[in-house]
């Protein structure tokens, strides 16, 4: 089955600058890659989404960018604030109903 | 808010004991998944649901049971509660495959946090 590995577990970052967290996976037919941010005691929120027919795709400070070949993907915030402080996962599926598998999450950390 | 509601939010109870875990899905998601939450395991995939069918198992126990009924709400059962049962269990529900561009977009409820003593 699928596998995913997240790296790296923990984060810190002074405020303004750039966090990237990184995904690999291991089953070549997933073709859906969301990433979920997590405050403390809450649900996880789907923040952005990418399918396999695309390399890149960016919403304001967010992007993430895909490498089919490679079998990874990334997370890129850029102008980091406070409130980006959070556990970040990252997930892998095929599209169209499958069960999600998690990476196991980044501890992001982000110091005014 | 996802739109997806879980009840109840705090559950404590005892070894041995069983409990009933609900899930309401968002307005026109057919689909309700059941996820783990603890703090060594991360997030771990136990159960889906499509449609008052099962669709896939994943980590789920055999003292654990699941069913969705034809209003597509959806119960985790819990039985023979163990302390490693203690976690976060969130649901999860997405749009029908099919749908143009949407498809598996989960979105999660608020959990319910399980504590067993």
């Known amino acids: 089955g699928e596998n995913v590995e997240q790296h790296p577990s923990t984060l810190s970052v002074q405020e303004g600058d750039s966090a990237v967290i990184k995904c690999t996976y291991s089953?070549?037919?997933?073709?859906?890659f969301p990433w979920y941010k997590q405050e403390l005691g809450k649900r996880p929120q789907l923040i952005i989404d990418?399918?396999?027919?695309?390399g890149e795709k960016k919403d304001q400070r967010i992007a993430v960018t895909l490498n089919k070949t490679a079998k990874h993907f990334s997370l890129h915030i850029t102008e980091t604030q406070p409130e980006d402080s959070a556990v970040y996962f990252c997930?892998?599926?095929?599209?169209?109903?499958?069960?999600?598998?998690f990476g196991k999450g980044t501890r992001l950390s982000v110091i005014a | 808010d996802s739109g997806v509601t879980q009840t109840p939010k705090h559950l404590i109870t005892a070894t041995g004991q069983r409990v009933t875990l609900r899930c309401s899905p968002r307005?026109?998601?057919?689909?309700v998944y059941w996820y783990q939450q603890s703090l060594d395991q991360g997030l771990q995939f136990l159960i889906h649901?499509?449609?008052?069918?099962?669709?896939a198992k994943g980590n789920i126990l055999e003292r654990f049971s699941a069913q969705q009924f034809p209003d597509l709400h959806s119960e985790l059962n819990l039985s023979s509660l163990e302390l490693g049962d203690s976690a976060l269990y969130f649901c999860?529900?997405?749009?029908?495959?099919?749908?143009?561009?949407?498809?598996?977009?989960?979105?999660f409820g608020p959990g319910t946090r399980l504590t067993v003593l």
């Open positions: 990418i399918r396999s027919n695309v």
């Open positions: 089953d070549s037919a997933s073709n859906y």
């Open positions: 999860a529900s997405s749009v029908e495959s099919g749908r143009a561009l949407r498809g598996n977009e989960q979105f």
């Open positions: 997930a892998a599926s095929f599209s169209g109903n499958t069960p999600l598998v």
């Open positions: 649901y499509y449609n008052g069918e099962e669709r």
């Open positions: 307005s026109g998601d057919l689909s």
